[in-house]
């Protein structure tokens, strides 16, 4: 029986995708910066462990807690809608510090193991804002562009362990908590000049069809068919948003 390790499984994305694994008969490893109960069966199929991707013991510790995985989906990641005039450095030296320096922290600690067998998978989760760049998005769009350059090259430096690496892009996730939750971090708020573009950029949001946004479970099944299936491309659109732009060549 195949185990996959997930960052971020509180809520969103990393939740529905420990669901789909945990469903699908494979050993789950569900991290979280606070361990909490999750909405899956208690059973010895399922592992709830403490993980801070910007921390190297708590990395360290979860990786030895988790013994050997299959595969690696790197789903931690924080958001942050702000013009850059408005964004301390401090704040984009933390979401960089999660987004793209967590993805790699995470990636070389399993490196190890699956090199060694010559098998594993890293999964890595990016966004379609790095397809279509958004106003207010420019700090995440950088991190997560960052991490679609590391996880191309990171894929041809493993293949000759027979290693892959993948890369899955959701577009925007309404139903989750994400974009409230980068709202609420916007202590300082947004610069007084950019007033107009902010409602001019919410309102675009409010009126985007349902039917045109990305749901928790495009974002695990992508995950599956990338951990899965060794055919599979290097990027994987998930989500109706951002299987649209794909297919424009965005």
Request: charged content about 20%.
């Amino acid at each position: 029986m195949q185990t996959v390790l997930i960052t971020g499984c509180s809520s969103g994305f990393g939740l529905e995708i420990a669901r789909l694994f945990f469903d699908r008969g494979w050993n789950v490893v569900a991290t979280m910066r606070t361990p909490r109960a999750v909405d899956l069966p208690a059973c010895d199929r399922l592992r709830v462990l403490a993980l801070d991707v910007t921390d190297a013991t708590s990395i360290r510790q979860a990786i030895e807690a988790a013994g050997p995985i299959d595969v690696l989906v790197n789903n931690a990641g924080i958001g942050w809608l702000n013009a850059l005039e408005g964004t301390p450095m401090e704040v984009v030296r933390e979401i960089f510090e999660t987004n793209t320096f967590g993805t790699m922290a995470m990636t070389q600690a399993v490196l190890p193991q699956f090199r060694e067998r010559r098998a594993g998978v890293v999964v890595n989760v990016s966004s379609s804002v790095t397809q279509k760049p958004l106003h207010l998005l420019s700090v995440y769009t950088a991190s997560k562009a960052a991490v679609n350059a590391f996880t191309e090259s990171l894929a041809l430096e493993l293949k000759s362990f027979s290693v892959r690496v993948r890369l899955v892009i959701p577009g925007r996730a309404p139903e989750t908590a994400f974009g409230q939750t980068a709202r609420a971090r916007m202590t300082a708020g947004f610069p007084e000049p950019y007033a107009g573009l902010v409602q001019e950029v919410f309102a675009a949001w409010q009126q985007q069809p349902p039917d045109e946004v990305t749901r928790s479970v495009d974002v695990a099944e992508a995950i599956w068919r990338a951990a899965t299936d060794p055919a599979c491309p290097m990027r994987l659109p998930a989500g109706a948003d951002a299987v649209a732009l794909a297919g424009q060549g965005a």
